[in-house]
Antibody, heavy 119, light 109 residues
């Protein structure tokens, strides 16, 4: 069974750093792309970026380029999304999402990680 | 960048009725690379339709997708109580990783 299991909810202060994770199982982790999607409170879905764990090829949506870093450790089948300095506006639910190719739909989603940034 | 506009923003219908949701793209979506997702409160989205008209595994046949170019439609033939949710379209044919529409909320009348 394909599963994407994300790390738990986080509460951080502005300016702090954060790295959240998404562990894949039940499939060949290095053969699929993993993307990250933001959903701000009460809002829609926004693509942030995507990575191919097989060779770490990474693409970012223009709105998120330079704001976050996406990485992966294929030895433990885990993808990451990180911030170096959080802002209150980063408060959102973050989903990881699997797709078979860079030009493809999402066939599996993680359960989401809620990030709250507040002083 | 392709912008997707979904309409209506909110659709109020009763169980048993037919729902028609629209997704319009600012440019032609190549190869009908258009997907639909359903999201219920507190849950992750779920894939319903890909390639504009192909149902994902396990999706009931009351869900159907159609369209090409810039105009796409998701139809739910007879609404069940569990179908009331928010629906998003997504184009994945350009500017990887693609873009989502703003969503249509399907609510019980």
């Amino acid at each position: 069974e394909v599963q994407l299991v994300q790390s738990g909810a986080e509460v951080k202060k502005p300016g702090e750093s954060l790295k959240i994770s998404c562990k894949g199982s039940g499939y060949s982790f290095t053969s699929y792309w993993i993307g990250w999607v933001r959903q701000m409170p009460g809002k829609g879905l926004e693509w942030m970026g995507i990575i191919y764990p097989g060779d770490s090829d990474t693409r970012y949506s223009p709105s998120f380029q330079g704001q976050v870093t996406i990485s992966a450790d294929k030895s433990i089948s885990t993808a990451y999304l990180q911030w170096s300095s959080l802002k209150a506006s980063d408060t959102a639910m973050y989903y990881c999402a699997r797709q078979v190719d860079i030009v493809a739909y999402v066939d599996y989603w993680g359960q989401g990680t809620l990030v709250t940034v507040s002083s | 960048e392709i912008v997707l506009t979904q309409s209506p923003g909110t659709l109020s219908l009763s169980p048993g009725e037919r729902a028609t949701l629209s997704c319009r793209a600012s440019q032609s979506v190549s190869s009908s690379y258009l997907a639909w997702y359903q999201q219920k409160p507190g849950q992750a989205p779920r894939l319903l339709i890909y390639g504009a008209s192909s149902r994902a595994t396990g999706i009931p046949d009351r869900f159907s997708g159609s369209g090409s170019g810039t105009d796409f439609t998701l139809t739910i033939s007879r609404l069940e109580p569990e179908d009331f949710a928010v629906y998003y379209c997504q184009q994945y044919g350009s500017s990887p990783p693609g873009s989502f529409g703003q969503g249509t909320k399907l609510e019980i009348k």
